[in-house]
């Protein structure tokens, strides 16, 4: 049986993508994500309809498992990777949220919602010591929910979902730490790709605070505390970068692996943190960086979709 995290042989077909379809739809709804807050809407819009097919091909496939192979769904919905359903369907209805299209991103968060506790449960029980980066995906697609509601908020006047997602984000903080304590450090070294979730699970949750920022739900000191939580988890973020960005040149991994789309993520949710904390913090100088991230993030993107080109192309 192959595995959420196996990497296709040359020989591969495209029918083989699945396993790997969540950490590219969060790769490259994140991307879309960058683009919009940085004026580039055409680009944001491919890059939008290329995450909504991926999307697409994920859910018929999660559908798929569960109606006809219940024995392989049960033994992939036990591991990290099953988390990038929700996550990247969370990140998707936040883009289509910021489209305007909030009857979509409602429908999102609520399947999202649906299938993140059951999901959640069955993947935190099964944690154990000195597991891959994927372990932070519990985190990540804790806080991809309060990100889309906190989009919501102010889109549809629900106020109860800001409230919400604000007990989301201290969870999703509790499920950081839980994490780290799991997480093996010499994947920082020999990681295949997923160790950069190290770093992206903090970006999102920066991403989350200055989202909550924004709903205005929130009296001076709560709002006070938000903005220095999305400051601080931005900063501890991009020092995870930094290492992680070092221990790539002094660790070559250049061989493809499907797990590189979960590089992509962190490195584009840490420029969408940068541009959302920038206003939130009101920190005006982080705009110029997070604009440059974005740029690295696509070309990371584009060096990701090209190995998977070619790692499908039969030999």
């Known amino acids: 049986m192959r595995g959420p995290n196996a990497t296709p042989g040359p020989g591969s077909t495209w029918s083989q993508l699945p396993p790997a379809a969540g950490a590219a739809v969060m790769a490259t709804g994140i991307i879309s994500v960058g683009l919009n807050l940085t004026g580039h809407s055409v680009l944001s819009g491919i890059t939008l309809v290329l995450a909504a097919a991926l999307w697409l091909v994920l859910a018929a496939d999660f559908a798929s498992r569960l109606l006809r192979e219940r024995d392989r769904w049960q033994s992939e919905a036990d591991t990290p990777p099953a988390l990038t359903a929700v996550a990247a369907t969370a990140v998707l209805g936040t883009r289509i949220s910021m489209f305007g299209w909030q009857t979509l991103a409602e429908a999102l968060l609520a399947l999202a919602a649906l299938v993140w506790p059951m999901l959640l449960i069955n993947v935190v ?8 980066g994927a372990v932070f995906l519990g985190c990540v697609a804790t806080q991809g929910l309060v990100v889309l509601a906190a989009t919501l908020v102010p889109a549809v006047g629900a106020h109860w979902l800001g409230f919400t997602g604000m007990v989301l984000f201290w969870g999703g903080i509790v499920l950081y730490c839980l994490a780290l304590l799991h997480f093996d450090l010499r994947e920082v070294a020999s990681g295949a790709g997923d160790h950069w979730v190290a770093g992206g699970a903090l970006a999102i949750s920066a991403l989350a605070a200055s989202k909550l920022v924004a709903t205005g739900l929130w009296n001076e000191d709560d709002t006070d505390v938000l903005r220095t939580m999305s400051f601080l988890l931005l900063a501890l973020d991009v020092a995870w970068y930094v290492v992680l960005a070092v221990a790539e040149v002094r660790w070559p991994r ?7 789309w979960s590089t ?7 420029a969408a943190a940068a541009l959302s904390v920038s206003a939130a913090a009101d920190v005006p ?3 110029g960086p997070g604009q440059v991230l974005v740029w690295i993030a696509v070309a990371a993107w584009l060096a990701t979709l090209f190995g ?6 039969p030999a």
């Open 285 to 287: 100088w982080l705009k």
């Open 308 to 313: 998977t080109f070619r790692s499908r192309t």
């Open 264 to 270: 992509v993520f962190p490195m584009g949710m840490t």
């Open 254 to 260: 250049p061989s493809y692996d499907a797990r590189r």
């Open 125 to 132: 029980r099964h944690w154990k010591p000195r597991m891959p």
